[in-house]
């Protein structure tokens, strides 16, 4: 079966330290976002991929980057570990479909920014 | 700008109840509309979408209502069941396939 996932599922890592996120789907979904979930501000887009090569910012991008050097991969990477990126991130993809988003989430990362 | 805001963060029902969960989005040219149910500790799941032309859309237990007048969404259940406790999402959709998700409602049902 087609699938989504996210590893770790849980990190706990310095301030300073760069650290990456990854995203693995066998859906062969052309889009793929991430998107980081706070309490009390839901989920809020990072990053998001429309196909190989092609990488936008989302809404709150800043101190993340992601590449997307092949369709089943979008892995998150945290320049510089900041506390205020402690959250719970997650993976998202989708087939093209002009608007059709009937997307599959992972199960999520839970990272803590000591 | 784009946004999608939620009424009411709780909502608690009776088990065997219908609930209704209620959505208001900002950006009135979005075609594509989702609701999402989260479990504690699991990824956003899938429950039943409608596009801008519709004005009602049934699933099994599930229905949603678009009113495009007033931009605003609702997602009913009917005889809710304990299984249904979890957070419920919408979020909206252009044509560029970007999901915009609200703050969520968490549905509590009690016996």
């Known amino acids: 079966d087609a699938e989504i996932t996210q590893s770790p599922r849980h990190k706990i890592t310095e301030t300073g330290r760069q650290v990456t996120l990854a995203c693995h789907q066998t859906?062969?979904?052309?889009?793929m976002f991430w998107y980081r979930q706070d309490l009390g501000h839901g989920l809020r887009l990072i990053h998001y991929s429309y196909g190989v090569q092609d990488t936008n910012k989302g809404e709150v991008s800043d101190g993340y980057s992601v590449s997307r050097s092949n369709t089943e991969d979008l892995p998150l990477t945290l320049e510089s570990a900041a506390s205020s990126q402690t959250s719970v991130y997650f993976c998202a993809s989708s087939p093209t479909g002009q608007g059709n988003t009937e997307a599959v989430f992972g199960q999520g990362t839970r990272l803590t920014v000591v | 700008g784009e946004s999608v805001g939620l009424h009411l963060p709780t909502l608690s029902v009776q088990e065997g109840d219908n609930s209704i969960i209620n959505c208001a989005y900002s950006n009135s040219a979005s075609d594509y509309f989702i609701w999402y149910k989260q479990e504690s500790g699991k990824g956003p799941q899938f429950i039943i979408d409608i596009r801008s032309n519709m004005d009602k859309r049934q699933g099994q237990r599930v229905t949603v209502l678009l009113n495009k007048t007033v931009k605003h969404l609702s997602l009913q259940i009917a005889a809710t069941q304990p299984g249904d406790s979890a957070v419920y999402f919408c979020a909206d959709s252009l044509w560029t396939d970007k999901l915009i998700f609200g703050t969520g409602t968490r549905l509590q049902v009690f016996p």
């Open positions: 859906w062969n979904h052309n889009n």
